[in-house]
């Protein structure tokens, strides 16, 4: 526990234990006496309260709670209500630090669970091993990773094999194996062998660094609810506050009421009057689902987009790389002209600038290495494919619409997976065949989206009618458009929106960037590595898990629950008790209960949004 809290818990019981002894004093009947006597453990539970309430006044800040509370306070020793104060001001700092213990509590879970900064890294420069900051490295030296340590940027391993931990990064709790030539990402734990890798990226620019720009930036996103509550607080305590100077004012000078019973009806109000179980608990409602959320792999930028992400009623995905690995093999091979030998390897050198995930099979497949000299201008045409100078000659690789389009016409049927074409102009060369798996997750994704009170899940594809059907239709998708461009996805999300759907699109970040954008949420997948994805998207799933969606929609939910609950539970205890006040029915221990008691209650409610289930 801190000091700070240390020493207020001395003060609560100090002037607790004065109080008590005031009471056993025969003082009863010498209001001198009495406020003397009680000043003592008022000034020890309340004197920073008191102090701050004295120099916001110079500061203009009248509404403030330290400012109320003081007023509240001392109104009562004003009315001969000395038990009162000290006890409302002990029952206050109790609650204040309670808060201050939860809110501490949450941040520090939310802080936990993005601990995936790395402190250093070990760099071998001029044969020897230096420890640096990951800041310090660049692009291109050598770093060693132990055993049990933290990756702190991101590269290739060029020497060694192990496994690594990717939990905090994708929510994945299986290690992945990992040996020399492939990549590694910051922020991943290396379980078992000593590794060199060759960092690739800046830290600026790495896994993790991302990450965590996204998360701190989510904070300045705020929802629609957290706009509302800080809308509402303006107008809140403005409005307690004349309630309570009318209240004081106008039953005695107009009515010749009693004095002092209306005074004490006003301090009622000057108690509850602000609105900080609000203020402080709903932003923090959304912080912890965001931190929950990210604790299983799925980063959401702004409060605002898991607050839409609850009332996402249709769910659009891309077909390739999406529901699909968009991995594809390549299973056969039918040349025209030349040798298959030859098209795989005019295809591979054509393809290899592309990032799609059929340009990189169809590299992958091709046994040689590439020299990138025979290449020449490359121009992509987006959801059709590409063409490119090859040896001097332009090539083109693509779907059937792209052959169409430079004079070549393709009678031949659609295969059972997919078909590349390639040819130059005038001139057919041939197809090669690759297929895709479903992702294994996919099924249970779209299951458990409809479950999950989803009315409609749709697929949209640049591929064939064939192989968009045969999918759809084994993973139970409402509706399915086959051989779009990116721009008819555009049009389609947009159609959906327009009939009152609330439209969350799932895309890889390939070929898809404006339909993401355009959705009302554009959800991108494997954050790990992809920049284009996100950038594009407003939540990241870290892996390539379709599943996470249902998950998340869930969380998204529970979060705006409890948000409803604390506002509901908030407003509603504020207004009985200023009801019950106006009409003399309520104390002064339980306006301030209706002060700080409603803000740890919510503040507590607030923090289940932290568990991801
Ligand atoms: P999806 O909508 O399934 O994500 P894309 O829009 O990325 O697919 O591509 C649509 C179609 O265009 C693919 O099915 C493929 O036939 C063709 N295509 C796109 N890019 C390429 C490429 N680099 N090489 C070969 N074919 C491509
Ligand atoms: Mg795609």
């Known amino acids: 526990m801190k000091k700070k809290h240390k020493i207020i818990i001395a003060r609560i019981l100090i002037s607790f234990l004065l109080t008590a002894a005031a009471l056993l004093l025969p003082i009863k009947d010498s209001y001198i006496a009495l406020l003397a006597v ?57 609650g204040e630090l309670f808060q201050s213990l939860a809110v501490g509590k949450s941040r520090r879970s939310i802080a936990e669970l993005m601990d995936i900064r790395p402190d250093s890294a070990t760099v071998l420069r001029d044969g020897g091993e230096i420890t640096l900051s990951p800041e310090e490295v660049s ?124 005074i004490e009806r006003a301090l009622i109000f000057l108690m509850v009057s602000c609105p900080c179980a609000l203020v402080i608990s709903v932003p923090l409602s959304f912080f912890g689902g965001i931190g929950g959320a990210s604790r299983m792999g799925v980063l959401i930028k702004g409060a605002n987009y898991l607050e839409m992400l609850s009332k996402i009623d249709t769910v659009v995905f891309d077909k390739t790389g999406t529901l699909t690995r968009g991995s594809f093999e390549v299973v056969d091979i039918h040349s025209e002209r030349v040798s298959k030998e030859e098209l795989l390897e005019i295809a591979a050198y054509a393809e290899s600038f592309s990032n799609h995930p059929i340009a990189r099979s169809i590299v992958r497949a091709y046994p040689h290495e590439i020299k990138k000299e025979r290449i020449g201008k490359i121009s992509e045409y987006a959801g059709m494919g590409l063409c490119a100078t090859v040896d001097g000659k332009e090539i083109y690789v693509g779907n059937r619409s792209l052959m169409n389009s430079i004079g070549l016409d393709i009678s031949l049927g659609e295969s059972h997976g997919g078909t590349v074409h390639i040819g130059t102009s005038g001139e057919y060369l041939g197809h090669i065949e690759i297929s895709d798996s479903i992702k294994p997750s996919s099924k249970r994704a779209i299951k458990e989206l409809r479950e999950g009170g989803i009315e409609k899940t749709v697929m949209l594809t640049g591929d064939s009618r064939r192989v968009a059907e045969r999918i759809g239709n084994e993973l139970n998708i409402d509706d399915i458009y086959p051989e779009l461009l990116p721009e008819d996805k555009v049009t389609i999300v947009e159609k959906l929106i327009a009939n009152g759907n609330k439209v969350a699109f799932v895309g890889d970040g390939i070929n898809d960037a404006p339909v993401l954008a355009r959705a009302d949420v554009g959800i991108s997948m494997g954050g790990v590595g992809s920049d284009a994805a996100i950038e594009a998207s407003d939540i990241v799933l870290m892996d390539d898990d379709p599943s996470k969606i249902s998950r998340a929609i869930k969380l998204s939910k529970k979060t705006m629950r409890i948000v409803r609950q604390n506002i509901i539970f908030a407003l509603g205890v504020k207004g009985i008790i200023l009801i019950l006040g106006a009409l003399g029915y309520a104390n002064m221990w339980v306006a301030v209960f209706g002060d700080v008691g409603v803000a740890v209650i919510a503040i507590f409610n607030a923090m289940r949004s932290l568990k991801s289930n």
């Open 139 to 262: 692009v291109g030296e050598v770093i060693l990773v132990r055993p049990g340590e933290r990756i702190p940027l991101d590269g290739e391993i060029i020497e060694g094999a192990t496994s690594l931990d990717l939990s905090a990064l994708t929510g994945e709790s299986l290690p992945a194996d990992k040996g020399v030539g492939e990549a590694v990402v910051s922020g991943s734990v290396n379980l078992s062998g000593l590794i060199k890798i060759r960092v690739n990226t800046t830290f600026g620019d790495s896994t993790v660094s991302r990450i965590l720009d996204l998360v701190e930036n989510s904070a300045t996103k705020k929802s629609k609810a957290e706009n509302f509550i800080t809308r509402f607080a303006r107008y809140y305590t403005p409005c307690v506050v004349f309630g309570a100077m009318a209240l004081a004012l106008i039953p005695p000078l107009l009515f010749g009421a009693e004095w002092i019973e209306w």
């Open 38 to 94: 009680l000043s003592i453990p008022y000034f020890v539970i309340g004197y920073d309260v008191l102090w701050s309430a004295l120099r916001n006044i110079f500061h203009g800040q009248i509404f403030d709670e330290n400012f109320l509370m003081a007023i509240a306070t001392v109104g009562a020793f004003a009315i001969g209500e000395y038990y009162e104060a000290v006890g409302v001001m002990i029952f206050y700092q109790t």
